[in-house]
């Protein structure tokens, strides 16, 4: 089934997003507040409104790619007394927010588009801009079963993996909880690395070692923090994201604000966050999260 999509945010992640819907055969009108962002998708031959109301007018599902909740919840609202999307789109618009934001936020906005007589779904993602470009973006899925059903069509346009993780606003708890783990475990596999080399031990056997013991994850053979034992993690290429700093730092709060919301006694979360906060302002916002490694040596003074 071919769906009439309003794409709205067509920054670095919407845009080749936009681009692979619109390849994948469904009609596509974007929109995005910064006029450069319009004329990138322009140029990449997807239509493109005037403004929100025009992108959203006739569309079966409303799709938000933007920076925050806080984006996503005023522009369905609408802000200055202007419309909001909830009330420029016609009843029961299915509105799929892929942004990355709070899971409260994911549920105020749920109940938000539920209550104006819409469905809505939470997809946020993971794989970055190579796999926005690609379309094999991770698709973590918050809503009903029939809801996962009708957007999964279009999320298969732009990802490979689409899970449903339940009801409203679980994709971003089940994004939140992995980015936890992540977080902390590169982190974790950083410290290991430089301890190792101050105690004399070479990366590589090091890594011989835990790769293949219980120090085994994600953040040690797939994103080595240290160039050499794996030679396609970024710190191979001067720690080109990848996965950059800022957004680790961004996820990690997410996280801190989730954790704190539901009085769960997490303390790892929130010193991961104010790590990966501490790297971004010194120069980490850009770098992939895994030059962390530098900033601990900068740190110990080694
Ligand atoms: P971005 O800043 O490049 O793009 C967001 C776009 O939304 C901007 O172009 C902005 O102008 C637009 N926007 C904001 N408010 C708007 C409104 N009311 N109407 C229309 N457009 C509006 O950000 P991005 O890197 O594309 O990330 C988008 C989301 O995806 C974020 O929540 C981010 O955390 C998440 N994410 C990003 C990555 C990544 O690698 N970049 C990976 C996974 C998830």
Redesign the pocket.
Known sequence: EKYTVAF???????GPMAANLARAGHRVVG????PA?LEAARANGIPVAEN?AGAVAGADVVLT????GR?VL??YRGTDGGPGLLAAAAQGTMFLD????NVDEARDAAQLALDAGHRSADA??????VGAEAGTLTFMVGGGADDFEAVKPLLEAMGKRIVHCGGHGAGQAAKVCNNLILGVSMIAVSEAFVLGEELGLTHQALFDVASAASGQCWALTTNCPVPGPVPTSPANRDYQPG??GA?MA??LNLAVNALNSTGVAGRMGPLAAEIYDTFAAEGGAGRDFSAIITHIREKSGT
């Not at 929109?31 to 910064?34: G, S």
């Not at 946020?124 to 801009?129: A, E, F, Y």
């Open positions: 709205l945010g067509l920054g670095h992640m919407g929109f995005d507040v910064v962002a929100a790619m933007f920076p925050s984006h005023d522009a892929c942004s990355t934001i946020p993602v993971s794989g970055g801009v996965f950059a957004l961004k996820d």
